[in-house]
């Protein structure tokens, strides 16, 4: 069954303006085209022919349809799903969808956001897409910056660093979108916490049970990037060894500072402090679940111990879920707020943060 959560659809781009090269924060033959032909073409030499002719390439999605959990056949349990909750409804996204469609923009709850995944660097991130008084929508430019994702908006045809959130080229060079909570976990883990979740199914013109969306042709690239080959060119910042490349790590976004959590490293439950925020981190499943939590639940700061897939809080002995929900005890029925978090690849992360410092707790 389809279902239609979102409240103002928004359609393929018009008009774009051209880009303006002239304001840039990255040097331009750092951005480079996928010709999808084997080679690349730096933006430095690109003619505007060409820079039309890739746009959309890899087709954004701009008219998302949701279904059931049924709705996608050959989603199995250990997919990974990017999920985001808002306006009392969850939703998924599923990461083998996103391999081939990378952005979705939908409104949900009144707020205009952004689903977005790069498959060369893992980075999964929900944004919102209100620029001051702009609304803005945004397309794929079959670009990359670090090996990853290259966006362009449609109403200054800007160039977004999809990882980052931040426009590097065009009228909003220095500008940065808002971090929305989100969560990364398997499909199996989602729709345990979610089971009346929605989950993204087709795009108005094509319906995702297709099997040609339960490939994963990215499935191998981890190992290549550990050995150092990279597809497209990056710079020397992102070879930083206190990780494998493809490590898996949260980092950034609204309170939660600049400090990459790697997922895969923890072994229990994490109370800490994130600036003046108590935070609670869970111990990852299989280095696939990335969410992070306030403490504080009415004023109350809790601390949490790990008992399997449950947790329980000290201060009232209620058992709470891998969601951040409350099942059981004085508590039971509270959410924890989810606190803005990206998940990317090591190397990903040291090209958007430099000097970025591992969560110890």
Excluded at 8 to 22: C, I, K
Excluded at 70 to 75: G, H, N, R, Y
Excluded at 223 to 245: H, I, K, N, T, Y
Excluded at 269 to 288: E, K, Q, R
């Amino acid at each position: 069954m389809d279902e239609s959560a979102s409240e103002a659809r928004v359609g393929p781009p018009e008009n774009v303006p051209p880009l303006d090269v002239t304001r840039t924060d990255v040097p331009l033959d750092a951005v480079v085209f996928d010709t999808f032909d084997g080679g690349f073409t730096p933006l430095s030499e690109a003619s505007s022919d060409l820079i039309e002719q890739l746009r959309d390439a890899i087709r954004p999605i701009y008219d998302p349809v949701y279904g059931r959990h049924d709705a996608l056949p050959w989603l199995e349990a250990d997919d990974l799903v990017l999920g985001y909750q808002a306006g009392g409804q969850a939703f998924a996204f599923p990461f083998n969808v996103l391999n081939l469609r990378e952005l979705v923009n939908d409104t949900i709850d009144g707020i205009p956001g952004l689903i977005s995944y790069c498959p060369l660097c893992g980075s999964a991130v929900v944004y919102d897409r209100r620029l001051g008084d702009r609304t803005l929508r945004f397309g794929n430019t079959s670009a990359l910056y670090e090996s990853d994702l290259v966006m362009y908006d449609h109403s200054t045809g800007s160039y977004w660093f999809q990882v980052a959130g931040r426009a590097i080229v065009g009228a909003l060079s220095g500008s940065e979108l808002e971090v929305r909570p989100s969560v990364v976990a398997t499909w199996a883990e989602w729709s345990a916490l979610h089971p009346e979740g929605l989950l993204l199914s087709g795009d108005g013109n094509e319906s995702f049970a297709d099997r040609r969306y339960a490939r994963n042709p990215f499935e191998a690239y981890p190992q290549a990037v550990d050995a150092g080959r990279f597809p497209f060119p990056v710079s020397d910042a992102v070879f930083d060894e206190r990780l494998r490349a493809s490590e898996v790590v949260g980092f950034g976004g609204g309170r939660w500072q600049a400090e990459g959590l790697p997922v895969g490293l923890l072994d229990a439950a994490v109370n800490d402090n994130v600036g003046d925020v108590p935070v609670l981190v869970f111990p990852s499943s299989g280095a696939t679940l990335v969410a992070a939590y306030d403490r504080r639940v009415d004023g109350l700061e809790l601390t949490f111990d790990a008992f399997g897939t449950e947790f329980v809080d000290r201060e009232t002995g209620s058992t709470w879920d891998r969601g951040g929900c409350a099942v059981s005890g004085m508590q039971v029925g509270a959410q924890l707020d989810a606190l803005p978090l990206r998940r990317a690849f090591w190397f990903a992360v040291v090209a958007t943060a430099p000097g970025v410092e591992l969560f110890s707790p």
